[in-house]
């Protein structure tokens, strides 16, 4: 087996076994970074002493006979929205450039907990906005199943250092789907956790009501083990619930028979690109030969799912990105007053996809024009999370494509928004009414791209959408195939 990779549970036993250190195994890791990362740009920062001093740490737990922690040696990579003490969080903004966070995020916390070993930050769109990590302040990050194709965004440095085996999992962040769409377009297996499920605290905030960090990894038993890591009530986060979290990998038996899955209508209409459609009912007929029952069903506002997620989006950045105006933190450009100061700092600080967003916010929010857009949003987004319950309570999961295309090219969509938006269309839904789901590889294209299956939940029921990814993942050998990357640069 190909070290760079092997499962994350592969390892794990490997390392339990002592027929590998974590020295061992984070030094192949970044030697591979090394190696490859100069054309894919998966990493904004590498952190390589450090990782080093974090896997002998875990060696030396390891020694001590009695350490089981989940993740002990095991090196992951973290999106640069999600803060870790001591090391630069740029969100991918020249407005953070030079910050280096005092403290860690739960999640972090939890990692290090663990034993994981954190190999740096992966690049990302400019505070999470962006759907192809295109509009990183600092350079695009590049798909390692074709190097002239974009991974996905916001969280495409994490899917494509994990498809390039240049980390064992990562964690992303997903408002609208930048975990699951990146996952998708890589070949990776992605998830995103109910709303409340995993704490906020240390995540940049881009959009407060629907913000929601998850894992990326190559197997769902892999994303099933971070997950479970991650998850759980945090008092320092006041949207986080105090609810159990389940032992996920317990419920990866590979049984679904008489599980309800249901199919939503409206997610294979125009604009799918026929090979995706073709893989998904594909996924489909695998799942009912599994023993799975299939329901048509019927998600009726999920057209709308894009303007409200573009109306309540940016308003909610608008308010929170407010906060880098020059004086306090984060780049401050100097003006011969307050409001030159405000002008030249968030004028030179952001680029111009969070600026389209931040007047798209302000607009929807300013006086005379909240209850004709952002108030009406916020009913259509109840309506739209109706649809969902409906649904879900004649089902236990349902399914569809992650996202409409493959990955497109470099440079393709970058000057055409609505285009670009259009690449999150069927993840949009589901982030707002707050539930969880998993995209999980089912197939490629003409082109070999990876096509995504969508599989969705109800809240706080992970456990049901990875067992049921995890039985089509078995049935498959899908997550088998690896980008023709050569390690040499």
Wanted: charged share 20%.
């Amino acid at each position: 087996m190909d070290l760079a990779y092997a499962p994350l549970a592969r390892v794990q036993t490997l390392l339990r076994r002592r027929e590998l250190s974590a020295v061992e195994l984070t030094q192949a890791v970044l030697d591979r970074i090394l190696a490859l990362d100069n054309e894919i740009k998966a990493y904004l920062t590498v952190a390589p002493e450090w990782a080093l001093e974090q896997a002998e740490e875990a060696d030396r737990r390891r020694a001590s006979g009695n350490d089981s922690s989940p993740l002990l040696g095991i090196p992951l990579a973290i999106k640069d929205l999600i803060c870790v003490e001591g090391v630069p969080n740029t969100c991918g903004s020249r407005m953070l450039e030079n910050y280096i966070p005092p403290f860690s995020a739960t999640v972090i916390e939890k990692l290090r907990a663990a034993g994981a070993v954190i190999l740096g930050k992966t690049n990302t769109d400019e505070f999470a906005m962006g759907s192809s990590t295109e509009n990183s302040a600092f350079f695009a990050t590049r798909n390692p199943w074709d190097l002239n194709r974009v991974p996905g965004g916001s969280s495409g440095g994490s899917a494509a250092a994990v498809a390039a085996g240049m980390a064992f999992g990562a964690l992303g962040s997903d408002t609208g789907g930048s975990v699951r769409q990146p996952a998708a377009m890589c070949g990776v297996v992605g998830v995103k956790p109910s709303y409340g499920r995993v704490s906020r605290w240390g995540l940049v905030a881009f959009a407060s009501s629907l913000d929601q960090i998850g894992p990326l990894a190559r197997t769902v038993t892999d994303a099933a083990i971070l997950l479970g890591v991650i998850a759980g009530h945090d008092p320092r986060d006041s949207t986080s619930v105090d609810t159990p979290v389940p032992d996920y990998p317990s419920f990866l038996t590979g049984e679904v028979r008489g599980l309800r899955v249901g199919v939503p209508q409206e997610y294979f209409g125009e604009g799918i690109q026929p090979e995706v459609e073709a893989a998904v009912r594909e996924a489909i007929g695998t799942l009912a030969g599994l023993g799975a029952e299939i329901v048509e069903v019927s998600l009726p506002h999920t057209d709308a799912a894009l303007p409200v997620y573009y109306l309540i989006a940016p308003s909610e950045a608008s308010a929170n990105l407010a906060r880098y105006e020059g004086l306090r933190y984060g780049l401050s450009l100097e003006g011969p007053d307050l409001w030159q100061t405000y002008r030249r700092t968030r004028g030179q600080g952001f680029g111009a996809e969070v600026k389209r967003r931040i007047m798209l916010g302000t607009y929807a929010l300013s006086a005379g024009y909240y209850d004709a857009y952002y108030l009406k949003a916020g009913k259509v987004r109840t309506l739209i999370r109706r649809d969902f319950d409906q649904a879900l309570a004649r089902c236990d999961v349902l399914v569809a494509p992650t996202t409409p295309t493959t990955a497109f090219r470099l440079g393709e969509k970058v000057d055409d928004p609505l285009q670009m938006y259009l690449a999150d269309l069927f993840t949009l839904a589901l982030s707002l009414a707050g539930l969880c789901g998993v995209s999980v590889p089912c197939g490629f294209d003409q082109n070999g791209l990876p096509i995504g299956l969508q599989i969705m939940g109800r809240a706080f029921d992970e456990a049901t959408v990875l067992r049921m990814a995890h039985a089509y993942e078995q049935a498959t050998e899908w997550h088998l195939q690896h980008p023709p990357l050569r390690a040499n640069g």
